[in-house]
Structure formats: structure tokens, C-alpha cells
């Protein structure tokens, strides 16, 4: 790790150092910086910071070597595998989502050829009817909106959640303050679902699953291209569909 650090540090400290001098940062310009940075710490702020900058960057790299189904970012939200219940049919949802429209998520996790991979796990998280992310925001238990489903004999796993809707980086917090009112950009990414694909010998992969056509898909606030899963909003008796494989390589 250390001679990693070598390698990536200076660098890193020379391009910062080059863009202070090309815009004759001045003791303000630092100050106003430092204050930024003390806003996001104690915001709690800095992964999502983060990863609103930098995490597509990642999945860039890795989906160079990638010859399976891409990467996307992970985000800030994922918790650890320790919060993620095996699940059979539903994603468990807050009582008071009852009433919220559903969504089933299915599909098929194989290797590069097509071949089913049975008893693969795939992680799955989203947020709330209204944007908000269980174990982040508002005391929501983090028993919501995960869940690993255990892929059958077929590859396949289906299981019901309620709709997720695109999501704001709060903007009264240091990043979406950053995004929209200094940068003038928004702070708003498409609705997504969040999947960690793993199965024994096979390279895992971390991306995100969006409908077509959803607002801001293809207008990320956090820069990801979405590459290969935005799907097709499929209407079964009434209820949204979203059909998302996997294809694994070897790792
Ligand atoms: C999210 O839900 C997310 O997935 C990312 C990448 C950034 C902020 C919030
Ligand atoms: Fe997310």
C-alpha cells in the first residue's frame, strides 16, 4: 500500500498544486476552501461529496478490463454485506410505504457464455417512495430497501419493492450547495436500483439499474454514463417491471 501511496500522492498534490497557481489562488480563495471542507466534515457529507466527483471516474477505469456486464458507481449508501438479509420475494418496506406504487426487479445472473449461475448473490438497495436511504437518512431502519436474493437453479431471481424516485443530494448540505447554487449545475440523479453481483469464482460486480426514459437518466448529477442497464419500463398487471442480468466473468 505504501508504495501505492508513493506512486499516487505527489502526482495528486502536484495537479492540485498546478491548479492553485494557474488560478492565483489567494488566501481567501484557501480559506473559503478550508471552511468548504470543515462544512462537509461536519455535515457527516464527505462519501457522498465524493463519490458525486470522483466515484465515475473508478468505473471508467475498471470497465476498461470489464467484458461482462458493466460497473456503476456504488454510491455512498451501501452499508456492508452484514446489513443485507437474505430475501425470497420482497424487499421489506416501511408500513407507512403501503400505499406507495410497486415495482418487481428480476432477471438472470450467467457467466459471459449465456450458462445460468445458480446460487450467485446479488445485493440490492434503494431508497424510499420519497428518496431517502434506510440507515442514512432520518433514523429509517436499515432493514428497508435491502435486501440478497439467492439466485435458483436457473440463474434467476425475482423479488417486489416499492418504486424508488430520482434522488437529491440534499442541496441545504456543503455538496448540493456546491452543485447547485456555486456551480450552477442540479443536484438531482435518476431514479436507480442499487446491485452488488457475486458468485464463486466469478469477477463481482457493483452498478445501478434505471428505466428509460426517467428523468435525468443520461443528466447525472454524479457524471455516471449508466452504460449498459437502463431497461425498458415493462408493465405487468398494472405493476412496473424492471428486468436487469448479470453477466459475470471469471475472476
Ligand atoms: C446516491 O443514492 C447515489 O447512488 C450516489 C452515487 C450519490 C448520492 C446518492
Ligand atoms: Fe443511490
Same mark, same amino acid.
Request: proline fraction near 6%.
Given at each position: ?10 502526482? +495528486? ?79 421489506p418496506h416501511r408500513p407507512e410505504d403501503a400505499g ?29 417512495p420519497d428518496g431517502l436511504y434506510s440507515g442514512i ?25 416499492? +418504486? ?14 456546491? +452543485? ?46 449508466? +452504460? ?24
Amino acid at each position: 500500500m505504501s508504495a501505492r501511496v508513493q506512486q499516487v500522492v505527489p502526482d +495528486l498534490v502536484e495537479a492540485i498544486r498546478d491548479v492553485m497557481k494557474k488560478h492565483d489562488v489567494t488566501f481567501q480563495d484557501y480559506g473559503a476552501a478550508m471552511q468548504f471542507l470543515i462544512n462537509v466534515q461536519e455535515t457527516g457529507e464527505l462519501p457522498v461529496l465524493v463519490d458525486a466527483f470522483f466515484n465515475a471516474t473508478v468505473v471508467d477505469i475498471e470497465n476498461a478490463t470489464r467484458k461482462g456486464t458493466k460497473a456503476d458507481i456504488q454510491g455512498p449508501y451501501y452499508l456492508g454485506a452484514d446489513a443485507y438479509n437474505v430475501v425470497t420475494d420482497k424487499l421489506p418496506h416501511r408500513p407507512e410505504d403501503a400505499g406507495a406504487p410497486d415495482m418487481i426487479i428480476r432477471g438472470r445472473i450467467t457467466d459471459l457464455d449465456g450458462n445460468p449461475i445458480a446460487g450467485a448473490t446479488l445485493d440490492m438497495w434503494h431508497s424510499t417512495p420519497d428518496g431517502l436511504y434506510s440507515g442514512i437518512h432520518d433514523n429509517i431502519d436499515p432493514k428497508f430497501y435491502r435486501g440478497r436474493v439467492i439466485t435458483g437453479a436457473d440463474g434467476s431471481y425475482s423479488v417486489s419493492s416499492k +418504486l424508488p424516485v430520482p434522488y437529491q443530494i440534499p442541496n441545504s448540505g456543503p455538496t448540493g450547495l456546491l +452543485l447547485e447554487k456555486y456551480l450552477e449545475r442540479h443536484s438531482w440523479r435518476p431514479a436507480h436500483i442499487h446491485f452488488w453481483a457475486r458468485a464463486d469464482g466469478q469477477r463481482d460486480v457493483v452498478n445501478q439499474a434505471y428505466f428509460e426514459g426517467g428523468d435525468w437518466v443520461g443528466d447525472d448529477c454524479c457524471d455516471t454514463d449508466h +452504460l449498459d442497464l437502463v431497461v425498458p419500463e415493462l408493465i405487468e398487471n398494472g405493476v412496473r417491471v424492471m428486468e436487469v442480468n448479470f453477466a459475470l466473468e471469471p475472476a
